[in-house]
């Protein structure tokens, strides 16, 4: 999956949560949920609707690296390239 | 005959819109089942009869407006014979265009002409009301299509048997004028005004008293994680989740704090019906509860918070949950700020409040560490309890927070 189809299924994802997010307005280096406000159970759902889209397992302890959307995007681009690797 | 009447749909909202009948003269209506979809400030609600019967008459019809307790329709007692008169034709009917507002029966319905109502509440205007009556649509997407201004005889649905769903009303509001701003605007008006009046009320009449404790929750924290860590991700427990279940065992040994205050005397509850304050992304919140919260484990309250939290923000509960609750939790979140002291919601006489889970200083025997703590409140009502015992519930829900494994229970 190359950067930009990643990024347009996160943003769909995170869009699903909270309809009122613009895509544009987005910045990719401040930290999402202050940029959204999602709270404990929105990032639990946006999580899981990542799980569903993209087939990849998210560990709770792994948390705590995703504050930026950067971060999320790297992560999850990482994620992939493992699966595909094995 | 049985008078099925408007139920209390919670504190801030005393009138509905009547939006769409769910059965017929003649239908055979059992307890518990959603009869009709009822429009209010602040959401579309699924109306359940708590009367077994078969439906002799419909008094009110989809566009009228009408206060809780309203006689919305009668029923047949399940043996009742049917009286002669009883039957679709025997229903007085305003003729579209009717100008002035008249009454019917006992309830003082208020029948809003087809194209005076506001688009929301009848579909962009002068929806015919049985047109509306046939038309497969979920209470959220009518809820949307209502909000957005969209008329949804108009639409061709793309769901099972032609239902229209959320994705054809959201498309359809894409293609059509930007007109969409107003009626959210007065949807947000309305729902302020709701809060607003249901708050003062409180105010004048609930002598508040409040007090709050921090509780540490490494345990609770470390427990969850390790559960958490051996379960699929559909599966995860969230903080918010133990903090609810701890209040609702906690209330077990204080029932001068779960129950209701009605008519200058205080009936305390035997269940725990846990009503959960949720914000609404477009502003306001909505307290739906979750049912005998004492008694559901863990995950299974995970769960029944997941759904009500989604419902809640698509606009689909039901009668029951918003009417139901015996105490109030307000949960800032980790986004919020560090503790919270919120406002009783009459007729409840307690609201639980917590702020942000986070480390702070913490001093135990002689010694400092790093905990995560949260702070933890309680409103509650000077004319059922005082401070003391609200200090000590609150000690008791802390001794909660530190057993994870009894919680989960």
């Known amino acids: ?86 | 005959m049985i008078d099925f009447k408007l139920p209390s749909l919670g504190a801030d909202m005393d009138e509905g819109v009547l939006l769409e009948w769910k059965v017929k003269p003649g239908d055979t209506v059992k307890k518990g089942q959603v009869v009709c979809v009822v429009d209010t400030a602040k959401a579309a609600i699924d109306v359940e009869s708590w009367q077994e019967g078969t439906v002799a008459e419909l008094l009110a019809q989809p566009g009228d407006k009408m206060p809780v307790g309203t006689v919305m329709m009668r029923l047949l007692a399940p043996g009742e014979a049917a009286t002669p008169k009883v039957g679709a034709g025997g229903i007085e009917h305003v003729p579209p265009g009717a100008a002035s507002p008249r009454k019917v029966g006992a309830g003082g319905i208020e029948h809003v002409p087809p194209g005076a109502a506001s688009p929301r509440k009848v579909g962009a205007g002068g929806t015919a009301p049985l047109a509306a009556e046939r038309r497969r649509i979920s209470p959220a997407a009518k809820k949307r299509a209502a909000e957005l201004g969209v008329d949804i005889d108009q639409l061709v649905g793309s769901g099972p048997q032609g239902a229209v769903t959320l994705e054809d009303v959201e498309k359809a509001a894409a293609q059509q004028p930007a007109t969409g701003a107003q009626p959210a605007a007065d949807r947000t008006r309305e729902m302020r005004q709701a809060i607003a009046a249901a708050m003062s009320h409180s105010k004048r009449e609930i002598p508040h008293y409040y007090v709050s404790e921090d509780i540490p929750l490494a345990r609770m924290l470390a427990w969850l994680e390790e559960t958490n860590a051996q379960r699929p991700m559909i599966d995860r427990l969230l903080p918010a989740a133990a903090l609810l279940k701890a209040v609702a065992r906690a209330l077990a040994d204080y029932p001068e704090l779960n129950g209701h205050y009605r008519d200058g005397a205080y009936q305390p509850a035997k269940a725990v019906h846990l009503g959960v304050a949720i914000a609404l992304r477009e502003g306001g919140l909505i307290a739906p509860a979750i049912l005998d919260a004492q008694a559901k484990p863990l995950t299974k309250l995970m769960q029944e918070l997941a759904d009500l939290v989604r419902r809640a923000r698509a606009g689909s509960m039901r009668s029951s949950e918003l009417s139901a609750a015996t105490v109030t939790v307000t949960n800032l979140g980790d986004q919020g700020s560090h503790g919270v002291f919120g406002v009783i919601t009459p007729p409840q006489v307690a609201l639980v409040g917590f702020g942000r889970i986070a480390e702070r200083p913490w001093a135990e025997n002689g010694g400092l560490k790093v905990l995560p703590v949260v702070t933890a409140s309680l409103s509650a009502d000077h004319r059922v309890s005082d401070g003391h015992r609200g200090a000590l519930f609150l000690r008791s829900l802390a001794d909660w927070l530190q057993q994870p494994e009894e919680l989960a229970r």
Do not use: C
């Open chain 1, 1 to 86: 999956m190359n950067p930009s189809e990643l990024r347009g299924i996160v943003i769909a994802t995170l869009q699903g949560i909270a309809p009122e997010v613009e895509a544009a307005r987005l910045r990719d280096d401040l930290p999402l949920r202050r940029q959204v406000d999602l709270d404990s159970m929105d990032w639990l759902n946006f999580l899981l609707g990542l799980n569903k889209a993209l087939g990849v397992e998210i560990p709770e302890k792994d948390y705590a690296r995703l504050t930026t959307l950067a971060a999320l995007l790297d992560y999850l681009q990482h994620k992939l390239s493992e699966r595909s690797a094995s």
